[in-house]
């Protein structure tokens, strides 16, 4: 491929764009004073000379295949309203800030004046003041009421790390004000003792939407008097709410604009986001309000030297004797110990719990060799740690004892971590939004920094750095979800109605379908219609129905089996390919061997080894047609969207040596299939097209599976995807359209939008796929095109020139995408605050309990998601939804010799004290 580093300042195409490192945490005075000195009078390099010192190792150089350069910009300031009292503006002058910039004084106006307002500007702009500064004036106000509690606040966060920090600023700044500001936390780590002073005297409670879910909703009425005096609603990140999660995360804002309605509170929602396009539009459908937006940024910013690094080709062959690039994790474990030794504050993300350990230790190991009191200073943050753990790495990032920290995106959000002067990243994120989030961390103090992004062994990472147009001048991408979603709606009208039973006059707050899913509710004998309203019939708490992180499944417990002892917790779906028996678990720093996985009792025990591998699962797929929706002629093919059924199953693992990536073997596993009802985009072939392709009968299985593994690769440039949440199978002769056909589907029971947005823009799509695969140097396919690490058919068959001829005829008929897609990235516009784009349904029909379907006869499968809901059985009867949904976020995959990354773990809310819950299955299939 074409090498195109070119030296500084010969290619900042960033300078005309508003692209911008799109993060922020709580400002305060390190974030807003004003450029100066060093610590300690110390002169930092600047950022390119730490990437020249990167680059001056032995062929280095060659490995940068673009540099950007961001410049720094000036701030604008401005004067705070005259509506904030007196002692706030003090105790931010106390901080450090004498004056807001534009964007701070324009965001506190509207929320002074009671509208609702989204802010949307870059890294470290303030936006945590902007909100806080008429928070705190009207707790303030409320502070003088006959109780103390006039005035209450609720700031939500979609982790506890990002709560927990926020807390620590507020206390800092408010620490003038006394104890009319009274700031806590209100989690599933909050000890039990702590939750009754919490409820009856904190005036600003610090949570997220998963302990509003399950625990204050579900007993408001010990709530009653915080709630009564709700003033605003603070959601920080709120562009982490999309797909899935942000749908489910909808209805519960949904649900508590509801229950403050029935206290005589109308609180004003506050909205702090990344730069994304039309944040307004998306905070209107998260929040169901008209919302005002502030993007205008008017803080400073240091400059950003930002590198794309491809890892050279090895002397190793993989499979099928195909070329081998130096893993991500290796490169970036590398990058992270120079940088230690160069004594730069350095923070490394990458997409797996495992992926970030291995990077940890493989850097101790090479400090040890060099300083071994630099041994200490390096650590792992990831999510699955136990509470205390989290809170001591959090601790040790803030005091500046260590320098370096291999995490995952569980130190993505807007957490302070002042002082980082470098950011490396480990694979493409998924996202143009998150990829800046993640750079965004370093150079939150003014200064410059340094980002890197190490390219995986994958697709859409080798096009990115060979492309670097495709994430330098296209805009960071909407935030869109579907809160219409049956698949989401259905438990949470159960939910609201356990609260205060359903009327007529509620159903409008929840959006157009409530009204046709009610019926199906009743008859499904979860609601019951009475003269006043619909009631909850069970005994069991309804809240339990809904798994806001779309996850699915009780966590499955990892024990030390020697001595019992717990050291963390995956979810459920991902337990299949990540403790399964065998696999290699990584826990600070320690490796253990699972010995047993336990599916009954949700637990994996393992033992403490030191094995010189790493595990990779492999999984094969069935699919089925349900229903076919829309379908347009691609000459004499055809592209089809509609309803699938996917039959799922982990069958195998591989062992990895470990740093090289060597396959040195597989090992066969007995595990149960998973079944899932969801959305897919498909594409077919016909003979006549097969013989002008030149795909002879012997090819046409390795065509049609080489082009499906790059599609799936490629598509989250397209879909704003992740490539875990989506799957794909490939058959020479489908049972169901009886002809070659290629699938790729949502990961998401219902869907959740990426396979119907493959569909609108397949030719984009596409061509990019054929592009990917044709640039590709290898001879017959390797994982930087075809090859796929979690392919349960061992990539067996591919045929790499095959599949450039059959997409290329394929794409000679193609019409043009029914949406404006000029280029990769951009996307559709979401519908308007609660008034959804109609999506045509097809008649609800009762969704039978899941069977184990048959695999179709010939089909060499291939990347199935592994991201598969739960099978539960379902008990509510919802139609197949259309979903304009996002994934939620999360990590993105490649090929590294390491497992699916898994998702944050869910925030434990330890529910108020109430009846036992029960297991209940979830509406939807």
Request: with cysteine.
């Amino acid at each position: 491929m074409a090498f195109n580093h070119l030296p500084a300042a010969m290619h900042d195409a960033l300078g005309p764009l508003s692209v911008m490192p799109v993060t922020h945490s709580m400002p305060m005075a390190r974030n807003h004073r004003p450029q100066g000195p060093a610590e300690s009078g110390e002169s930092r390099p600047s950022p390119g000379t730490v990437l020249d010192r990167l680059a001056a190792g032995a062929g280095r150089a060659a490995r940068i295949t673009h540099t950007e350069h961001l410049p720094p910009r000036a701030g604008r300031h401005a004067v705070w309203p005259d509506r904030i009292r007196a002692e706030v503006i003090d105790a931010v002058r106390r901080a450090g800030i004498d004056h807001p910039w534009a964007h701070q004084a324009a965001a506190a106006e509207h929320a002074l004046d009671g509208e609702s307002v989204v802010i949307a500007t870059g890294t470290a702009s303030g936006k945590s003041l902007a909100y806080l500064a008429p928070v705190l004036s009207t707790l303030l106000d409320g502070s003088e009421a006959p109780n103390g509690r006039g005035a209450t606040a609720l700031y939500l966060a979609p982790t506890k790390a990002l709560a927990a920090d926020q807390r620590r600023s507020v206390k800092e700044l408010a620490a003038p004000l006394g104890t009319r500001v009274r700031p806590a936390v209100y989690d599933g780590d909050t000890p039990v003792e702590e939750r009754e002073w919490v409820r009856q005297y904190a005036n600003y409670v610090l949570t997220n939407p998963d302990m509003l879910h399950r625990g204050i909703l579900p007993s408001h009425p010990r709530w009653a008097s915080f709630l009564r005096s709700l003033r605003y609603v603070v959601i920080d990140e709120c562009h982490t709410y999309r797909g899935v999660f942000g749908s489910h995360v909808a209805q519960v804002l949904r649900r508590l604009r509801r229950v403050c309605a029935r206290y005589g509170a109308d609180p004003v929602f506050l909205l702090a986001s990344a730069t994304a396009a039309q944040p307004a539009l998306a905070a209107g459908r998260l929040t169901g309000l008209p919302v005002h937006e502030v993007a205008d940024d008017a803080s400073p910013r240091g400059e950003l030297v930002f590198a794309l690094w491809e890892p050279p080709l090895t002397d190793l062959h993989g499979e099928k004797g195909a070329p081998v690039r130096r893993t991500a994790t290796a490169e970036t474990a590398e990058l992270l110990t120079d940088l230690t030794l160069q004594g730069v504050r350095t923070v490394a993300f990458v997409r797996s719990r495992r992926g970030a350990e291995l990077i940890s230790v493989i850097a101790q190991e090479r400090l040890a060799q060099v300083d071994r009191s630099l041994v200490r200073r390096v650590a792992a943050y990831r999510g699955g740690y136990l509470p205390e753990e989290r809170r001591a790495l959090e601790k040790a990032l803030h005091s500046g004892e260590l320098l370096g920290l291999a995490a995952t995106t569980a130190l993505e959000l807007g957490i302070d971590v002042s002082g980082l002067e470098a950011v490396l990243i480990a694979g493409y994120p998924g996202t143009r939004a998150s990829l800046w989030q993640q750079a965004g961390r370093a150079g939150r103090a003014g200064q410059g920094a340094l980002a890197v992004l190490v390219a995986r062994d994958d697709p859409l990472d080798t096009f990115l750095v060979h492309h670097p147009e495709a994430l330098f001048q296209q805009p960071v991408e909407s935030t869109v979800l579907d809160p219409d979603n049956p698949y989401v709606l259905a438990p949470h009208l159960c939910a609201a109605a356990a609260e205060l039973p359903l009327t007529e006059a509620d159903l409008p707050l929840f959006g157009p379908a409530a009204a046709g899913l009610l019926p199906q509710l009743e008859s499904a004998g979860l609601l019951r219609k009475r003269a006043s309203g619909w009631y909850w019939t069970r005994r069991q708490r309804a809240a339990d129905l809904a798994d806001i992180r779309g996850e699915g499944g009780r966590p499955v417990q990892i024990v030390e089996a020697a001595t019992g002892r717990l050291l963390g917790t995956v979810d459920e779906p991902a337990s299949h390919a990540a403790v399964h028996e065998g696999a290699v678990h990584l826990h600070q720093g320690r490796t253990y061997l699972v010995r047993q996985l336990d599916l009954e009792d949700s637990v994996a025990l393992v033992e403490e080894a030191s094995p010189p591998y790493s595990t990779t699962a492999r999984d094969t797929t069935a699919i089925s047609v349900l229903e076919t929706d829309t379908e347009i002629p691609w000459g004499a093919g055809r592209l089809c969207y509609g309803s699938v059924e996917v039959t799922n199953q982990v069958v195998s693992f591989l062992r990895r040596r470990l740093i090289t990536g060597e396959v040195l073997g597989e090992s066969k596993l007995d595990l149960p299939p998973r079944t899932l009802r969801t959305r897919a985009v498909w594409w077919t072939v016909t003979e006549d097209q097969l013989d002008a392709a030149r795909v002879n009968p012997e090819q046409l299985a390795g065509a049609l599976h080489a082009a499906e593994h790059a599609s799936i690769g490629m598509l989250p440039l397209f879909a704003t995807c992740d490539r875990w949440d989506i799957g794909g199978v490939s058959v020479p002769l489908h049972p169901d359209t009886l002809l070659p056909t290629v699938f790729v589907y949502d990961g998401h029971p219902g869907g959740a939008g990426f396979a119907e947005r493959a569909f609108h823009t397949a030719r984009a799509w596409l061509s990019a796929t054929r592009e990917a695969i044709s640039s590709c140097e290898c001879e017959a396919g390797c994982p930087s095109c075809v090859q796929s690490p979690k392919c349960g058919n061992g990539n067996e068959p591919l045929h790499k020139r095959g599949a450039v001829r059959l997409l290329t005829e394929l794409l000679k008929a193609a019409p043009a995408d029914s949406e404006a897609v000029p280029t990769p990235g951009t996307r559709t516009q979401p519908p308007t605050p609660d008034r959804p784009t109609p999506a045509p349904q097809p008649e609800p029909t009762r969704v039978p309990e899941p069977a184990l379907a048959p695999a179709p006869t010939p089909t060499p499968t291939s990347e199935a998601s592994q991201a598969m809901g739960s099978a539960a059985t379902p008990t509510v009867t919802v139609p197949p939804a259309r979903s304009e949904a996002e994934p939620r976020p999360g990590p993105h995959p490649s090929s590294e010799p390491e497992p699916r990354p898994e998702p944050e773990p869910r925030p434990a809310p330890g529910p108020e004290p109430g009846p036992a819950p029960v297991a209940v299955a979830p509406p939807g299939p």
